[in-house]
């Protein structure tokens, strides 16, 4: 739902660099290339931010 905060393999914070993976994905640029120019090296942290499905707009209103 939200992205976490922090890695939950390795424990890096990574939740502050998913808002610019998503604009510049949007925007054409490559995933790899993006994750590598935010310093996100680890394959956990990779698979966290390249896998996360942004569903907080669906479940919002049935708070």
């Given at each position: 739902?939200?992205?976490?905060?922090?890695?939950?393999?390795?424990?890096?914070?990574?939740g502050s660099?998913?808002?610019?993976?998503?604009?510049?994905?949007?925007?054409?640029?490559?995933?790899?290339?993006?994750?590598?120019?935010?310093?996100?090296?680890?394959?956990?942290?990779?698979?966290?931010?390249?896998?996360?499905?942004?569903?907080?707009?669906?479940?919002?209103?049935?708070?």
């Amino acid at each position: 739902m939200i992205i976490p905060v922090r890695c939950f393999s390795c424990g890096k914070v990574i939740g502050s660099a998913y808002e610019e993976y998503k604009k510049r994905t949007e925007a054409g640029e490559k995933p790899e290339k993006v994750l590598n120019s935010l310093g996100i090296k680890r394959y956990c942290c990779r698979r966290i931010i390249v896998s996360h499905v942004d569903l907080i707009d669906e479940v919002a209103p049935y708070g």
